[in-house]
């Protein structure tokens, strides 16, 4: 069985435009409308972070389940609540943790935890990918959008560890 989804987005050139690329034949700019139909039940939010709780608020209140790129809200007090309104709601609920279980981030926090780095204070991390599209082309290293992916791995690892504190995560970090 195959999902049939909605594009649901702010503009509809662009979004017409991703439909016919891809053969979508439903798509809208009205969110709450999408969250209406009965029949969908299940909501993935890959927008910008500073809208995702509101949207993610929503699509629990509309009784769907949700998943959505990390992180999952602006602030860990937002998270929390989209959280904590998900399991009363009981709607199934996700956030994307690709990078969770990547052997560096694995070995990292199992020296973290073994206290080889002693008390960790802050940390500032750049993060990057690699775009390789093949055959003779050079990699390209390629930085994330506005920093997004620093504040992203910053904020992984001030929630998975407990006891990193940086500029980025400190809203996080405090405990």
Known sequence: MLPEPVLVGRNPEKLRALAVTHGVTRWTTDLAA???????????????????????????????????????????????????????????????????????????????????????????????????????QQPQRRRGISGSRTAAASSWTCSHTGVISSTTCSEQCAR
Not at 78 to 97: N, W
Not at 103 to 122: D, M
């Open 34 to 136: 999408a969250l209406a139909e009965k029949n969908d039940t299940l909501y993935f939010d890959a927008q910008t972070t500073n809208l995702r709780a509101g949207a993610l608020r929503a699509a629990i209140a509309a009784g769907k389940h949700v998943y959505c790129e990390k992180p999952s809200a602006a602030s860990l007090r937002e998270a929390l609540e989209v959280y904590r309104m998900a399991r009363t709601a009981g709607v199934k609920h996700g956030v994307v943790q690709h990078n969770l279980f990547l052997p560096g981030f694995i070995k990292l926090r199992s020296l973290i935890e073994a206290g080889f780095f002693g008390r960790i204070h802050s940390v500032v991390g750049e993060f990057g990918y690699w775009v390789f599209s093949g055959g003779q």
